[in-house]
Every structure is written in C-alpha cells, then in structure tokens.
C-alpha cells in the first residue's frame, strides 16, 4: 500500500528534522524527554543530493531504530503532505526509553523493490524522574494504530493546554511533593509520639510524654520553697513540709528536699548554679536564631544564559546516582556567591520558554553555574534558581 497524504491533528506536538538520501550531512538533533507522554510528530523534509526531493507514488515509507538492548523498532510512516516532499513520523514512547543520542533510518520502499534510506538523530535527554514500569521491547505497529495513538494524544494535549502548561511552571514542586509528604508524615507520627505516646514507634514512649513532663513541671513548681542563706534559715521558716518539696540554700549552694520518712531537710548535694548551662549569650552564638536559620533557606537568584555564551566541545555531567551525561555545549555563568558545593534547583517561578526546554542539566562552580545542551538556544533562556549554601 503506497503511502497516503497526511497532516497533524491539532494539538500535536511537531517537531521539524532533515534527511538527504545521498548526502551523509551532519544532521540536526531533535530534542526528546526520556519516557515522554506524548506522541510527538517528527516532520522529515526530505532531499536527495542537497535538492528537495518527492515521494514516489508507489512508495512506502517506515522508519526503523535499533536500541542499545538490542531491542528494535519498526514502524510506518503517518503520511506525507500535499507536495509529497515532507513525510511525518511518529515518535513512540518506545522510541524514548533509553536516554542519549539515537539514529533512526528513515526507509522509502517502491513496489519495483527499489529502497532508499536516510539517517535522522534524535537526543533523548535524561529524564531525573525513573520509570520504572516502562520497559523496552520491541515495536512493530501498523499505521492505524499509530494513527490513533497521535490523535488521542494530539487530543489530550488540546483538550489540556493550560494544565500542561501549569505542570511545566510548576514542576519542581510537584516533583518535591510525594518526599514533602512522606517528612510530613514522619514529622506527625514523632509528634504523636512524645506528646500521646501510643505510636510504638520508640521505646518508652508511654512514660516520655506531654502528660507525664506537665504533671513533673507542676510538682517541680509548686514544690520550690524559696531560697535561704543557710539551713537554720530554711528550718525556721519550714519546719515540716511535704514530699516534693525543696528549696536552694546559699552557704551550701546546693539543692535541699524534705524527707518525709526522717522529718528533715536532705542536703542532694547538686549544685544550684547554672555553670553548666548556656546562657542567653552562649545560646545565641552556638544555636541557630531566625538569622541564621534564613542563611540556610534557598535564595532565589535570576540568571540570564545569553545566546552568545555557548561554546561548543565534548562536557560529562555526574550525577547524584552516581550515573553520567555527555553534552556537546556548555554556557558558564558568573553567580556571585556560588561555590562547588552549593545546592541548586530550577524554581518554579521559571517561566518555560524554547530556550529554557533546550537546556538539559546545570550544576555549580566556584562563582559560577555552568548550563548543558546538546544544541545551543538561538535565543537567552533566562532562569529563577534557588540556591542553597554547601
């Protein structure tokens, strides 16, 4: 069956790429997200020897991509236009599995047998969100169910614009929400634990709470009888007293209790004064206050990565994983108080433009932030990062 005329729905997403069937030219990557939702459309115009060239009419044309697993796909094209020189294809979510740099083959089949082929590149950025359910296997589909597949998600992305959009402006905030969560949770059981203590989740936990530590500070209050230069002194004035009651005496400087069994006053022999505590002084050099609590929180810093300030050449990114990325340009970024060992994360007051999508990964420097792209933005992607002190 020759390949028929087709054109997107609306709402799909589609991305442009080149292919000559003659010239081996150094092709133009598309930038993919590993595990993307979204079927994408790829719209190939075609060339033969550096001319724009035409689909035959009896041809079929497939698209045909191993993968680092050995796994492989093969599919046929969407269709092509009116002018039969721009064929479309469909980018499968199998096709986005593994991350790195893809080279599919873009194959026109005629009914005499004639075949002609031509390679196209696609760059599947790493996606910092595992998949895990998503498995790599392999794909042969016919063209209606790809077909359907593009229009459902053309669909679903028309029907679902401004939430699409939102998701992009806040994604760090949704990604920090299951952890945010989880530490809430936590934060509510030890609560729990040591004001009611029925958690089992540390022992003792049935003594070591609110009831019990408010019963021991009103017995510790209400039995203070005052302070006293020495013990004839506190005699005179307390002659008997009650079990739980005790009283500082000066000559000593030393806490007394009433022993109830012997009818006296019981020099514990602990001291009264305060040497081994900190005071008000010491707690504020040595404990964190509001200031230097707010010295720990994420500054936001705007940092703008100008067209001009990429330079291209061969860059590896390690990873918290312990895994790597290789990028071919990089933009280096003065940011006053930045260190190696600062924290930094993309906020969600970014505004998602092409040139911030473009940018792949970014990490800290000595005074500076350094951008990764794989294709360098024709245009100045301008971040909000917060940044925390290492």
Not at 3 to 16: C, E, F, L, R
Request: hydrophobic content about 40%.
């Amino acid at each position: 069956m020759a390949i028929a005329t087709y054109s997107p729905p609306d709402g799909a997403i589609v991305k442009k790429a080149r292919a000559d069937f003659d010239l081996r030219i150094v092709q133009q990557p598309v930038h993919l997200v590993q595990y993307d939702d979204t079927v994408s459309v790829l719209a190939v115009s075609l060339y033969k020897s550096g001319q724009p060239w035409t689909v035959p009419t009896n041809a079929d044309v497939n698209i045909r991509m191993d993968k680092r697993d050995g796994h492989y796909v093969y599919n046929p094209a969407l269709g092509v236009n009116a002018e039969r020189n721009v064929v479309y294809l469909a980018i499968t979510r199998q096709m986005t599995v593994h991350e790195g740099a893809v080279y599919p083959v873009l194959e026109v089949l005629t009914e005499d047998g004639t075949a002609s082929t031509a390679s196209l590149r696609l760059d599947i950025d790493r996606n910092p969100v595992p998949m895990t359910k998503i498995t790599s296997s392999d794909e042969y589909k016919t063209l209606r169910e790809i077909l359907d597949e593009v229009t459902k998600s053309a669909q679903i992305v028309k029907d679902n614009q401004d939430a699409i959009q939102s998701a992009y402006e806040n994604l760090a905030a949704i990604e920090a929400a299951p952890a945010n969560a989880t530490a809430a949770a936590a934060s509510a059981k030890e609560a729990r634990s040591w004001a009611v203590g029925d958690t089992a989740s540390r022992p003792g936990e049935g003594m070591d709470n609110a009831k019990y530590y408010a019963a021991l500070a009103q017995q510790v209050s209400q039995g203070a009888v005052g302070w006293y230069p020495n013990y004839e002194a506190l005699y005179a004035a307390h002659d008997t007293g009650y079990d739980g009651n005790w009283a500082i005496v000066g000559d000593t400087d030393t806490i007394w209790v009433w022993d109830s069994d012997t009818g006296v006053w019981k020099d514990t022999d602990e001291s009264s004064k305060f040497a081994n505590y900190y005071d008000k002084t010491q707690i504020d050099s040595n404990f964190y206050g509001k200031t230097q609590i707010d010295a720990k929180l994420p500054k936001p810093v705007k940092v703008t990565v100008e067209a001009s300030a990429w330079t291209i050449g061969d860059y590896t990114v390690s990873w918290d994983d312990g895994s790597t990325s290789n990028y071919t340009t990089c933009a280096t970024v003065t940011v006053a108080g930045m260190t190696a060992n600062s924290r930094i994360a993309v906020s969600d007051r970014t505004r998602v433009t092409d040139a911030v999508r473009m940018v792949a990964a970014l990490e800290p420097g000595a005074g500076v932030v350094k951008f990764y792209t794989n294709a360098a933005p024709t245009s100045a992607a301008v971040f909000v990062l917060e940044v925390t002190a290492g």
